[in-house]
């Protein structure tokens, strides 16, 4: 059974850092690309940021860039998400969600899309 | 960064009813589309990958069409439990973009 569980979140100053994890179980982490999603209260989803499986291709949402990080630990089957400059707009239910990838020869391509979600880890970003 | 619009905002229908959604890109993205639903309290699950494919599990009422920069999502008979959250999400081109959701809630 895939298990994502995210930790690291709470009440953080405006200005200070955190760091986000994510721990998985249940399928080949290092095969497939991760990412991060996150829900302001009240509000839609937003991708914030995701990595491929070796680290060859990062990506951030415009609204993060330059002040979040991600970053993998394949043998510890773990996700990261390094936040700096935090904002009070950062405010937000945070997921990792597993990508579904696709088989292309002998590796699995990132394609995208969403096949499992933590159940999130709350950032509340307030003085 | 390509804005997905979903139309309309609130859905209210009755259980039975069937329910038509839309998510339209501002550009195209091919086929590379997906849909989730979202209740209240818990993630987002997968319904729909590549515009008209099933995720795993997904009953058959669920349906998805469309290409380019029109999609549609499709309930065709409304169960209790299909009242929910609906999103969009563009897998074509990064950074990876949400619509803002369709609520469909029981009229």
């Known amino acids: 059974e895939v298990q994502l569980v995210e930790s690291g979140g709470g009440l953080v100053q405006p200005g200070r850092s955190l760091r986000l994890s994510c721990a998985a179980s249940g399928f080949s982490f290092d095969d497939y690309a991760m990412h991060w999603v996150r829900q302001a209260p009240g509000k839609g989803l937003e991708w914030v940021s995701g990595?491929?499986?070796?680290?060859?291709?990062?990506g951030y949402a415009e609204s993060v860039k330059g002040r979040f990080t991600i970053s993998r630990d394949n043998a510890k089957n773990s996700l990261y998400l390094q936040m700096n400059s935090l904002r009070a707009e950062d405010t937000a239910l945070y997921y990792c969600a597993k990508d579904m990838g696709i088989l292309r020869g002998l590796l699995i391509t990132a394609r995208n899309d969403f096949d499992y979600w933590g159940q999130g880890i709350l950032v509340t970003v307030s003085s | 960064e390509i804005v997905l619009t979903q139309s309309p905002a609130t859905l209210s229908l009755s259980p039975g009813e069937r329910a038509t959604l839309s998510c339209r890109a501002s550009q195209s993205v091919s086929s590379y589309l997906a849909w989730y639903q979202q209740k209240p309290g818990q993630a987002p699950r997968l319904l729909i990958y590549?515009?008209?494919n099933r995720a795993a599990g997904i009953p058959a009422r669920f349906s998805g069409s469309g290409s380019g920069t029109d999609f549609t999502l499709t309930i065709s008979s409304l169960e209790p439990e299909d009242f929910a959250v609906y999103y969009c999400q563009q897998c074509s081109n990064w950074p990876l973009t949400f619509g803002g959701g369709t609520k469909v809630e029981i009229k």
């Open positions: 590549d515009a008209s």
């Open positions: 990595i491929s499986w070796n680290r060859g291709r990062i």
